[in-house]
């Protein structure tokens, strides 16, 4: 047996939960979604179907998987009218704004796709709170109310008491602080809450479990049921939003996208008072250099790759299945194809935007490397400057707190 059959033979089942971890026995929507996205077969709808949807005033199941499937792909420009239609009824002309901030770069999962993952030769910094406060006050001037604070997915470099501090400074710039870090228990969500955050959100990355298993060879993140009761999790705590996202690439895509909808759809029928929202990420090229043991050929050439067509397919049947749910498009994405997509699907868009740690603020050296490679590093006002000239409203902020 091979060094390599050996590590695998010796890894923890990931679908067994790790003693520290909280399992929800009373939900049941991560079997329904698995099984539904595993009875999914894309290729039996028709023109007809697409047409039948297109043509109803208000979307079910069906309709959503007819618009995901080939069939639909001729009739891209219709969808993309009628979700315009949507998008402009429910949330007018207004794109909302905000920008990311990566405070640790310390990653102790091995996900073979990830910049941060642990065996990626990358150079790994974690801000203090005074840098944090920097970079903050540094992201407020210009003019953003929104904030996105990010970590690797490493808890004992990045606890939550240190991610909450975080969430208190955040509090005193910010008139809304989301999160994106690893996934925790009920409690963990409370306390974040209590110290200022305000939405979660979660890439599942890939709901195949099989290849969920093949890309997350270590860490608590390869636990895959964990990871997919995070947004519950994070609404029984008191989040007032919660985000999700396949990592469009890693498996197929359109199987991906349903079962994403599903979740969500699922999510906001037990959870009404939630507000929900979609992240539409496609695989990028990562930086850095990993460690392999032979049982990882080059992730990123055996993918499944996702055009801007048929990413923008997907945008559409998102918006028209929930109309109500908010959209965020990624500098993953090119500019001219974010721009494309804000008030036609996508209601919020990034600006000024860094994956590195510690780049922001003049007074701090650029200390960590990079998650993954952006394609769009406009700053907040080139980016304002194309939603105005499409006719579009840039929004700082939804929310007044009182």
């Given amino acids: 047996m091979t060094q390599a059959q050996v590590q695998k033979q010796a890894r923890s089942s990931h679908m067994e939960y790790l003693p520290d971890m909280e399992v929800l026995k009373d939900s049941d929507i991560a079997r329904q979604v698995l099984s ?53 009824k429910h949330f007018g002309n207004s794109v909302y704004l905000f920008t990311p901030l990566y405070i640790s770069n310390y990653c102790e999962n091995y996900c073979v796709y990830c910049g941060f993952n642990c065996r990626n030769k ?152 939630a507000e929900i929202s979609f992240s539409c990420p496609r695989l990028r090229p990562i930086t850095g250099e990993q460690e392999t043991s032979g049982e990882t050929p080059a992730v990123q050439n055996r993918m499944n790759p996702v055009s801007e067509r048929e990413l923008l397919q997907i945008m559409c049947a998102y918006r028209l299945f929930l109309p109500f749910a908010g959209m965020t498009i990624s500098t993953r994405e090119r500019a001219g194809f974010r721009d494309h997509v804000i008030g036609l699907a996508a209601t919020k868009i990034s600006a000024g935007v860094s994956t590195g740690i510690g780049s922001h603020s003049e007074t701090i050296e650029e200390q960590g490397d990079d998650q993954f490679e952006i394609a769009d590093g406009r700053n907040l006002q080139e980016i304002c400057q194309a939603i105005r000239g499409r006719g579009l409203q840039p929004v700082m902020n939804d929310y007044v707190f009182l």
Wanted: glycine letters at 6%; hydrophobic letters at 40%; a negative charge.
């Fill in 36 to 88: 539904q996205m595993k009875a999914y077969d894309y290729q039996v709808y028709s023109a007809a179907d697409v047409k039948q949807a297109l043509s109803a005033d208000s979307r079910g199941l069906e309709d959503f998987k007819a618009l995901l499937s080939p069939a639909a792909a001729p009739f891209l420009e219709e969808m993309a009218r009628k979700a315009q239609e949507e998008t402009r």
């Fill in 122 to 273: 990358i150079r790994r910094a974690k801000l203090d709170l005074d840098q944090i406060e920097q970079e903050m006050k540094a992201i407020a001037a210009t003019g953003l109310e929104e904030i996105l604070i990010l970590t690797g997915e490493s808890r004992r470099m990045s606890d939550v008491s240190y991610i909450g501090e975080a969430c208190r400074l955040a509090a005193r710039y910010f008139k809304m602080v989301g999160l994106e870090v690893y996934p925790m228990n009920t409690e963990d969500y409370a306390y974040l809450h209590q110290c200022g955050a305000d939405y979660v959100t979660v890439f599942q990355e890939t709901y195949n479990p099989d290849k969920y298993e093949m890309l997350h060879l270590a860490g608590h993140k390869r636990i895959f049921p964990y990871r997919m009761d995070a947004q519950e999790r994070a609404l029984r705590g008191g989040m007032r939003g919660v985000a999700f996202a396949a990592l469009l690439g890693l498996d197929d895509f359109r199987k991906d996208a349903f079962a994403t909808g599903l979740h969500a759809y699922l999510l906001q029928r037990k959870y009404p008072q």
